[in-house]
């Protein structure tokens, strides 16, 4: 397109991504043909995986296209996403893609050859981390990761948040350096490269999944202590009685984050009434905000 800058404006976004995933396809064609593969261009918004029906509709189609041999490339549809739809990064989109489809492992590619303790462009004492073995030393790292750079939205925070979600469903995720050209064939050979964040030992089941990961929550609610404890420990369902507060505007059947009243989230699920219904029943006993098997504990 002749410009030197990538453009700032939602419409010069779109637009260059209309432009541009063509000849990307293009050029994916060409490099699968020479070892005799076909690819497939699948193009996702946030939305389609927020509604469970199209949730499941687009991992029906995966799995279709790769028991036919298929290598679908998998983008967000930048030409019609809009801000509240996106996924803001393709390691956000390529770790739920990975829960979609049951993936055993998941392949991040980026700038340095693994996570290091501190940013090695900028400390000279940061050291490389081999292995992440648990999601609560997977959070402790949150505090190395990094923004990304003028041409990309992602960085190492959104690796983190990545490997978060992916390993929380059961899924090992490698971190290693995306400029070296042989390292996937490193990586499949099983050589010890880069950065491995272990899958949790107690995965989330299928719905849980989606509703932790999938969903975009409309609207906040933070509860009172003993709402947390009946919540995370005796995993009960929430009711209006241990609702603290009430942030944002929802309808019913609209996710939502839960936070202790410190604001620490504990979970997310599906809410039963709308965020004016909660707010006129806020605090009354025997009413059901979030059933316990439409809620998933996102604490730890």
Known sequence: LGRSQRPSELEGLQAAAAVGQGRLMTLYDQAFARHGRCVAQVLLTRGDLASRRRYQNACRT???LLDWGVTPVINENDTLATDELRFGDNDTLSALVAVAIGADELVLLTDVDSLYSGDPRSDAQALPIEEVASLAELDSL???????GQWGTGGMTTKIAAARIATSSGIRV???????????DALFAGEKVGTVFQPSQRPLPDRKR???????????????PGAEAALVERGASLLAVGVHAV????????????LSVDG?????GLSTLSSGELRELMGRAG?????????????G
């Open 287 to 299: 009413i059901e905000v979030v059933h316990r098997d439409q809620l998933v504990i996102t604490r």
């Open 247 to 258: 942030e944002g505007e929802f309808d019913r059947r609209e996710a939502v984050r839960l």
């Open 142 to 148: 949150q505090s190395v990761a990094t923004g990304g």
């Open 174 to 184: 490698r971190l290693a350096d995306g400029r070296d050209p042989r390292i996937l």
């Open 62 to 64: 995966l799995e279709q």
């Open 210 to 224: 989606w509703l932790a990961h999938a969903l975009l929550p409309k609207g906040t609610l933070r509860l009172d």
């Open 264 to 268: 620490r989230e504990l979970g997310r």
